[in-house]
């Protein structure tokens, strides 16, 4: 592979660019391919946006030449609502995972950069936020301020979108509350089910950094599709 | 939060290898394509392989890695490009498989 083609390729990574590497398996030759980004009608491409798709690379056929398409999609993203000291233990795993992270808090002396050192931080009101960064179905949010003030614009704006993971903190009553108000706001049973909450897998996690682990699994159970009593 | 890319844990694939390049350095990538069983990574997983030997990224769980590696060397300053196939019940020289009972196909190719 040209040198060229890679600094390209890492070029479009950080721009957030969908990507595409195709490799013809005989000859060796690569190029990319931004399928989301023309009109052009070719088997080639289609193969690349299917891929892009199902975030899945895969070897496509295509007359007498097998090439294979690696994919290069953004990260997936993770919303945290509320800079409270899970979060400061959150967004370094959640990033080691992969995700791109934003914590989102309009109080100050919580979304401090001394607390969140190299943490993207948001201090708008949280439905804000979450109405100009878009999340769509590549995207979690997890609210974790126990504050219906915060944490509710928060949900109401993740319902209306198509994130994978909606995670809530909050006790069983908490969450009992919750249910009422976001019914009284005209959300169905099916829209409030897509809510964790409690939020986590139940591991008894205690510390802040425990009850991030059980946050960060099942939201990677989410993710992967596996079933979760 | 705002690492960039992979670059935080120091596991970035591609960044590494334009990375060594610009050290005038011998480079090589390896791409997972195919597998059958329980693969331990995924299709399209890499590695990144210096002129040294040092690697970056992962093609399975340590498995196969030294063949890899051992070819890449090779790929380096021959150029072009390989297809390797490991799985258990391997007989080539290699005498390296994966224990997990898998299959995968990697493709090797040096950077230019």
Known sequence: ?229 | MNTDLDLAARDDVIESALHWQTEGKKVALATVIQTWGSAPRPVGSQLAIDEAGNMVGSVSGGCVEGAVIQEALELMNSGGHKTLEFGVSNDDAWEVGLACGGKIRIFVEAVG
């Open chain 1, 1 to 229: 592979m040209d040198n060229s083609l890679l600094q390209e390729l890492q070029i479009a990574r950080k721009s957030k660019r969908q990507v595409v590497l195709a490799t013809n398996l005989t000859s060796g030759k690569s190029e990319l391919l931004y399928p989301f980004e023309t009109h052009e009608v070719s088997e080639l491409l289609d193969e690349a946006r299917t891929a892009l798709r199902f975030d899945k690379p895969h070897e496509a056929k295509i007359d007498d030449d097998v090439f294979f398409l690696n994919i290069f999609n953004p990260p997936l993203r993770l919303f945290i609502v509320g800079a409270v000291h899970i979060a400061q233990k959150l967004a370094p795993m959640a990033a080691a995972t992969g995700y791109e992270v934003i914590v989102i808090d309009p109080r100050r002396s919580f979304g401090s950069e001394m607390r969140f050192p190299n943490v993207a931080l948001d201090d708008r009101w949280p439905d804000d936020a979450l109405g100009e960064l878009a999340p769509d179905r590549r995207s979690a949010i997890v609210t974790l301020t126990h504050d219906a003030k915060l944490d509710d614009p928060a949900l109401e704006a993740a319902l209306k979108s198509d994130v994978f993971y909606i995670g809530a903190l909050g006790s069983t009553r908490t969450n009992a509350k919750r249910h009422q108000r976001l019914t009284a706001k005209g959300f169905s049973e099916t829209d409030i089910a897509r809510i964790n909450g409690p939020v986590g897998l139940d591991i008894g996690a205690q510390s802040p950094a425990e009850i991030a682990v059980s946050i960060m699994a099942e939201l990677t159970a989410c993710l992967r599709g596996k079933a979760i009593e």
